[in-house]
């Protein structure tokens, strides 16, 4: 997908999960969704900065690049929900090109999924919204289904500290 496409998702994910995270619909609300928001955004823009240094789509487009945005709050206590942002860039990426994206940089080979548009497609921010959809009804069953928590910052990193060696 494009940046724009990308940042669209973005806002519309951490303002949905923000409500998602605190349905009061108060100024607290308000304050989740900016705790959430922004970080996302900037981990759905920060894949696309290896259009200035390596190969666009393989040097930030991999597992290596998320594991340690996952793992970087573990250790520093910052950076929350960045991995989101990052996460569905990913989706919306193998989504929005034929040529798919190297998951498991270094190692050769690009992965893509059967089924999207191309960037330049007139339905791009449409699947873009509907991605989102999806995204969100998964986080409304990790909440419902008693799994809310590990969207919480610090909550998830809490549990990830107490697997870890």
């Given at each position: 997908m494009n940046k724009g496409d990308h940042v669209l998702n973005a806002l519309l994910l951490g303002i949905g999960i923000?409500?998602?995270l605190d349905p009061?619909?108060?100024?607290d609300t308000l304050s989740t969704i900016g705790m959430v928001t922004i970080p996302v955004v900037v981990g759905a823009l920060?894949?696309?900065v290896d259009t200035a240094f390596g190969t666009h789509r393989q040097?930030?487009?991999?597992?290596?690049?998320?594991?340690?945005?996952?793992?970087?709050?573990?250790?520093?206590g910052n950076l929350y929900y960045v991995w989101i942002?990052?996460?569905t860039h990913f989706v919306l990426d193998l989504l929005g090109t034929q040529a798919g994206i190297a998951v498991l940089?270094?190692?050769?080979?690009?992965?893509?999924?059967?089924v999207g548009v191309n960037v330049d497609s007139n339905l791009a921010t449409l699947v873009t919204v509907l991605v989102t959809g999806v995204e969100?009804?998964?986080v409304a069953g990790l909440i419902r289904y008693g799994y809310g928590d590990l969207l919480r910052a610090p909550a998830l990193w809490d549990v990830l500290v107490g697997v870890l060696p």
């Open positions: 923000g409500v998602l009061s619909l108060s100024v920060f894949p696309d040097t930030l487009h991999n597992a290596l690049v998320l594991s340690g945005f996952v793992l970087f709050p573990v250790f520093y942002g990052i996460a940089y270094p190692y050769d080979g690009m992965f893509d999924v059967p969100l009804v998964a």
